[in-house]
């Protein structure tokens, strides 16, 4: 048996990371794909996982963890200075909106499925999240306008955390009126004794927390083991003191730390990568496993009517309420009504419920997870495939990409995002140097602050309109590694870096390898010490309009020195990378010249 579970397990590691490369790869959600390959291992199929069987009496406080940990993290990105910023829009999305589909969904659960009121409100309050995990994937495939990205990003991000409250409450009272008291006075006193209790200790661990980094009374190297295990203690802690308690701690402790001024916890939101990785890929698996399609199949035309009520009265109905009064127009308001794929907190939540009622002999909880599941892979799989075509069909996509990604925000990078800027293709700087982001603040320059390559960035980096991305980090690997993972989001055709300084002959053993990631950026002698030299002694980014007159070969004999940057087409709206001096045959009359040249005397 030991043996066995052993072997389960590393399975789950090893298809969990094969998941999530090919989510990667695809630009797909990693969850469809995690969620798929529990559901074939799984009970309803292969039969490969039996979680239940496998980890017996580990398997809830296994998930119930694990839930903690994803609760606590996506409460470190509710800030509340962000959401008085957001317009009225977002605001009534995750606000009164999000009350409308959870009414909405937990009608129609209850009539179509006859889920008893307190399951059907429950289920209700599992599927209002959406979630930057799986909406910024499918913003970057759709290149919607700046408008409705925006919109749509900021929902996902928001409605997270304030979604898995929502039910973490509902649940709280469902199991306050399940203990076998009658009496509303005492199910009521027991659902704010759990709301006190969990509110209470999540901020005075959230509190404790952010004393603890301002201080600096822990050494760096152990953050985060130490919020880990306090996340953890939290979670048992509350759950001790008052049952169910946990969730709504740890998201109360997230939301304290991510709201208290000077305190350092980027290095948490790191450390969330790997852990939530390892964690997603694991969890998912396992949960999918436990679902029993047969469930599904069971209610039939049900569950399709349940999924089409989601799909196309819900989510209208909430941005009908939401965009009351607002400058959007039909069009848009029909791509938001259509755009809104569930994710991993709906998933892990249910999981959890669904664990916790079946404990308690709740008829009908496990349905929770199936249906959850079947709003999940729904909403993505559909979204996914008609969502692209629907806007282009209301003209509420991009026709072409304007906008150049630049890793880096050294003083060369942000010239050259001055420089484009002007031209009228924005410029996005990235870096996890703050003196340097700063910098481009201040020059007016969008930024992101943070490393380019995480998956905090895949998750928050707005790329929408975005066509090209420019190596011109000071560090030579960063922008290889760059380059690796824009060059599927942009095509290896738009993914340029500089070439790296050659030191000595053994410099390649320490570098990245470069084979097919990328194209060098304006010549092979063209690296970035060179263009800091040059841009410190005076040389300049110039740009020159080719006419009859003075063409392409009359700026070489005028600036023979000068080194051509990139091409802008007659319309303005075409920006073409020079990788090689000499293969310079298209810049003819009407073109735009960039380059970068010598001013006088110096």
């Not at 559901?39 to 490969?48: E, M, N, P, T, W």
Request: contains cysteine.
């Amino acid at each position: 048996m030991t043996e066995q579970l052993m072997l389960v397990i590393a399975l789950i590691g090893i298809l969990g990371s094969i998941a999530q490369w090919l989510a990667w790869w695809l630009k797909l959600p990693s969850i469809l794909l995690l969620l798929t390959i529990g559901i074939i291992l799984g009970q309803s199929f292969i039969g490969v996982i039996n979680p239940d069987q496998l980890f017996g009496n580990l398997l809830f406080p296994f998930v119930s963890l694990a839930v903690s940990v994803i609760l606590f993290e996506g409460a470190l990105t509710l800030k509340f200075h962000e959401i008085k910023g957001l317009e009225s829009v977002v605001r009534k999305m995750v606000t009164v909106g999000m009350l409308v589909t959870w009414l909405t969904v937990g009608i129609a659960s209850h009539y179509l499925l006859e889920l008893s009121w307190s399951l059907a409100l429950l289920f209700g309050s599992l599927v209002v999240v959406t979630g930057p995990t799986v909406i910024v994937p499918m913003l970057r495939t759709l290149k919607l306008n700046s408008k409705l990205a925006n919109v749509l990003r900021w929902e996902g991000i928001v409605i997270d955390p304030l979604g898995a409250l929502l039910a973490v409450l509902v649940f709280q009272f469902i199991m306050a009126s399940h203990q076998g008291n009658a009496e509303w006075v005492v199910v009521i006193k027991a659902f704010f004794w759990i709301l006190f209790i969990g509110s209470f200790f999540g901020a005075l661990a959230g509190a404790f927390l952010a004393l603890i980094l301002r201080r600096h009374w822990l050494p760096e190297y152990l953050h985060n083991v130490f919020v880990l295990t306090l996340v953890f203690a939290t979670f048992a802690t509350t759950n001790a003191l008052a049952h169910e308690s946990g969730l709504l701690a740890v998201t109360v402790m997230g939301m304290w730390l991510a709201n208290c001024k000077n305190t350092p916890i980027e290095d948490i939101l790191h450390f969330k990568e790997s852990l939530t990785i390892l964690l997603i890929s694991g969890l998912f698996i396992i949960l999918a496993a436990r679902a029993d399609l047969t469930q599904l199949l069971q209610l039939g035309g049900s569950a399709i009517a349940l999924f089409f009520v989601v799909q196309f009265v819900a989510r209208p109905l909430k941005i009908l309420v939401s965009t009351w009064g607002s400058d959007f127009n039909w069009k848009e308001k029909i791509a938001l009504s259509w755009i809104a794929p569930r994710g991993i907190i709906a998933a892990a939540i249910s999981a959890l419920f669904a664990l916790r009622l079946e404990q308690e002999g709740v008829q009908q909880a496990s349905l929770l997870v199936s249906l959850t599941f079947m709003i999940i892979i729904g909403t993505v799989v559909f979204q996914s495939v008609t969502a692209r075509v629907l806007t282009v069909k209301l003209g509420v996509a991009n026709p072409e990409s304007k906008g150049i990604f630049i890793i880096g925000s050294n003083p060369v990078a942000i010239q050259f995002a001055e420089a484009l800027n002007k031209q009228g293709f924005e410029a996005v700087v990235s870096d996890s140097h703050w003196r340097y982001i700063r910098e481009a603040r201040m020059k007016g320059i969008r930024t992101y602050y943070g490393n380019p390559v995480s998956e905090h960035a895949d998750h928050h980096l707005d790329l929408v309109g975005v066509g090209k991305m420019l190596g011109l980090s000071m560090n030579n690997d960063l922008n290889l590694l760059a380059a690796n993972r824009y060059k599927s989001e942009f095509g290896i055709a738009n993914t340029f870096i500089l070439n790296k300084e050659e030191k000595n002959k053994n410099s390649d053993k320490h570098s990245a390898s470069k084979q097919g990631k990328a194209l060098i950026l304006f010549d092979q002698g063209m690296t970035y010490q060179k263009l800091a030299s040059q841009l410190a002694n005076e040389w300049q980014i110039k740009t020159t309009n080719l006419t009859e007159n003075y063409l392409l070969k009359d700026l070489t004999n005028d600036q023979p020195e000068a080194v051509l940057l990139f091409g802008i087409n007659p319309s303005g709206k075409v920006l073409k990378v020079i990788t090689d001096q000499k293969q310079t045959d298209f810049l003819k009359e009407g073109w735009k010249v960039m380059s970068l040249t010598k001013t006088p005397n110096a």
